[in-house]
């Protein structure tokens, strides 16, 4: 596997200038990141790795591919920048991050090095997501949001259509399920767990009914009725309709992505990185899946915005051998690698016009309209609190310690409370 990577990785590469790095003696740079999708992701990032310092002799990439969600991420950031402690030089970052790290002073601005005609190359969202106070701190990796995922074969052999609405899904799925009869075949998973996920999926289940956390002045709105309606809505695709199993309440993102990735759901809410892997090696549902934007509610489909960045730490010694460093791997190389290869969506605009990608993901103009239509999360300071506000409440309910009711109530107040109001 590695193998192939570099090979891919090496004929990307042809015709396009080395990125040389000015130093007298040799440097290392450190590089923090998750690999969500498992080993294949993992190894398209050292094969980039190795594709740089190949070019570069003079720097060493220390790669640190890190566990877990992205929660648990920025929790070993906090950490990390909390001793301002200089070990780590770039960091992948959430989208919902950018505000919170500089304002803690833990990001280095990259004005001096990334002008504002290089951020024209890029998608404007990912570039306005990373500008603070007027200055950017980081770069646009790659794009994402919320997709709905089918299983073709199972649609094309029951007569149904891609779902439309939401009610369309949960009826669909019956059907389905029932017809197949098989005990291992569920109808519809999304992440359930205590993780930004979950307020994810209950952002855009709230957004597609015409409610909304807040309203355009900043007021909490959740408690007026449609953050209920959102919630039950939720708990019933469990508990009603029994189109999701119980155990979703302990499923994060990339456990999601394996279950439907070995056969054993008809839909699936997941992110965009997800469909690579479904028409992988080993897949049990290769050349099977579709993708759609999430069903319809009462006022249409809603699809939360996500996206990854890369950083430079406020603490690196090496700050400028490090964005070097930041500058491959969201260029053209690293983006078309991860493009063929991962399905992630590309941030630089150039990325979507090259024949190589045109041919390898034809995809691409559904994924990027739904990640163009993307809505941001709440657009405050201190997101990170909201969130887990959110998924504590949310959580709580979903396994059966608190009524929908109570969930919304203290979401609210809490919400409220950390916004003063």
């Known amino acids: 596997m590695r193998t192939r990577m570099l090979a891919v990785v090496a004929a990307l590469a042809i015709g396009l200038a080395v990125l040389p790095v000015s130093a007298q003696t040799p440097v290392t740079i450190t590089w923090s990141t998750l690999a969500t999708g498992g080993a294949i992701v993992s190894d398209v990032y050292r094969a980039l790795v190795g594709q740089y310092e190949r070019q570069n002799p003079g720097v060493k990439v220390n790669l640190q591919i890190q566990p877990g969600t992205s929660g648990e991420q920025l929790s070993r950031y906090v950490t990390l920048f909390a001793?301002?402690?200089s070990s780590v030089d770039i960091i992948s970052i959430d989208v919902i991050w950018p505000a919170q790290m500089v304002a803690a002073g833990w990001l280095a601005p990259?004005?001096?090095w990334f002008s504002r005609e290089r951020r024209e190359e890029y998608l404007p969202g990912g570039i306005s997501a990373n500008t603070i106070g007027g200055k950017i701190?980081?770069?646009?990796?790659?794009a994402d949001a919320g997709l709905f995922y089918y299983?073709?074969?199972l649609l094309e052999k029951h007569r149904a259509r891609?779902?439309?609405?939401?009610?369309?899904?949960?009826?669909?799925?019956?059907?389905i399920v029932a017809a197949e009869n098989n005990p291992a075949l569920g109808g519809f998973l999304f992440q359930g767990a205590r993780i930004e996920a979950l307020a994810n999926f209950f952002f855009e289940v709230l957004w597609s009914n015409g409610g909304d956390i807040l309203d355009a002045g900043g007021k909490v709105i959740v408690d007026n009725g449609k953050g209920l309606e959102a919630l039950n809505f939720m708990l019933d695709l469990v508990r009603r309709h029994r189109v999701s199993p119980p155990g979703v309440t302990t499923m994060p993102t990339d456990d999601t992505r394996a279950v439907f990735q070995d056969g054993r759901f008809v839909f699936l809410r997941n992110w965009t990185y997800a469909?690579?892997?479904f028409q992988g090696e080993g897949s049990k549902v290769e050349g099977k899946v579709g993708i759609a934007p999430l069903p319809r509610g009462s006022v249409g489909s809603a699809s939360t915005l996500g996206g990854w960045q890369l950083a430079v730490s406020n603490f690196s010694r090496n700050k400028e051998a490090a964005y070097r460093?930041?500058?491959?791997?969201?260029?053209?190389?690293a983006q078309k690698s991860m493009a063929v290869q991962l399905s992630t969506v590309p941030t630089r605009k150039d990325t979507f016009e090259d024949a190589i990608v045109k041919q390898r993901s034809p995809h691409y103009p559904d994924m990027l309209k739904v990640v163009l239509n993307a809505r941001p999360r709440p657009q405050i300071a201190d997101y990170p609190r909201l969130s887990s506000i959110v998924q504590t409440n949310l959580h709580a309910a979903l396994t059966n310690q608190i009524s929908a009711e109570e969930a919304i109530t203290r979401m609210a107040r809490e919400i409220r409370s950390l916004l003063g109001q």
């Open 275 to 277: 469909y690579g892997l």
């Open 137 to 142: 701190y980081g770069i646009p990796w790659y």
């Open 325 to 333: 460093l930041v500058e491959f791997l969201t260029g053209s190389v």
């Open 151 to 153: 299983r073709k074969d």
């Open 162 to 175: 891609v779902p439309q609405t939401w009610d369309e899904m949960i009826a669909t799925a019956q059907r």
């Open 110 to 112: 990259l004005d001096q």
């Open 83 to 85: 001793a301002k402690d």
